[in-house]
């Protein structure tokens, strides 16, 4: 007998890092409408986007390569903090 497994059907969740307000809204819009993509979470600054990444989990950060305070390879790299060893 074949069973599903727990995350099957499971939407991969997003966190979106972008100081452009109507970004967020955009991107939530249509990621929310999707079938397998779920918008959890965004933030506007490196700081914001480690809580926020710390508290959420996401399975999947989009990353702006320039915001106010910071720049996305900066924050990219930061996020090795959030690999388990």
Not at 8 to 25: C, M, N
């Amino acid at each position: 007998m074949a069973r599903q497994h727990p995350s099957a059907g499971a939407k991969t969740q997003v966190f979106l890092v972008d100081d452009e307000p109507s970004s967020a809204g955009v991107c939530a819009c249509c990621w929310n409408w999707s079938r397998t993509w779920r918008f959890c979470g965004e933030a506007d600054s490196e700081d914001g986007a480690f809580d926020g990444i710390a508290e959420l989990c996401p399975h999947l950060a989009v990353v702006d390569m320039s915001f106010e305070g910071g720049d996305g390879l900066s924050l990219i790299s930061g996020f090795t903090r959030f690999v388990p060893r």
